[in-house]
C-alpha cells in the first residue's frame, strides 16, 4: 500500500530566515497520524510473525487486553 500524503506547511523562521518550526493544517496532522498508527501496527504484526509462537484465539487476547486495563 503506497500512500502518498499532500502537505501545505508554512514555515516559521528566526531573525535570519533559518527554518525553526513548521506548521501544517490539522487535517493534514490527523492524517499523518493515521498512517504512522497504520504503520505501527504492520510493524507489530510482521514482528509476532517473526517471533514464532503459536498464535493466541482472539477471544482469549481479548480477555488478556482487559485483564491488563483492568491493573491499571
Known amino acids: 500500500m503506497i500512500c502518498?500524503?499532500?502537505i501545505?506547511?508554512?514555515?516559521i523562521t528566526d531573525q535570519k530566515?533559518?527554518?525553526i518550526s513548521v506548521v501544517?493544517?490539522?487535517d493534514e496532522y490527523e492524517r499523518i497520524v493515521e498512517e504512522l498508527e497504520d504503520l505501527e501496527d504492520i510493524?507489530?504484526?510482521?514482528?509476532s510473525k517473526a517471533d514464532g509462537e503459536a498464535p493466541i484465539p482472539m477471544e482469549d487476547a481479548f480477555k488478556m487486553i482487559e485483564a491488563s486495563k483492568k491493573r491499571k
Request: net charge negative; aromatic share 12%.
Open 17 to 19: 530566515g533559518k527554518k
Open 8 to 11: 501545505h506547511p508554512q514555515y
Open 24 to 26: 501544517i493544517p490539522i
Open 43 to 47: 510493524e507489530l504484526y510482521d514482528e
Open 4 to 6: 502518498l500524503l499532500t
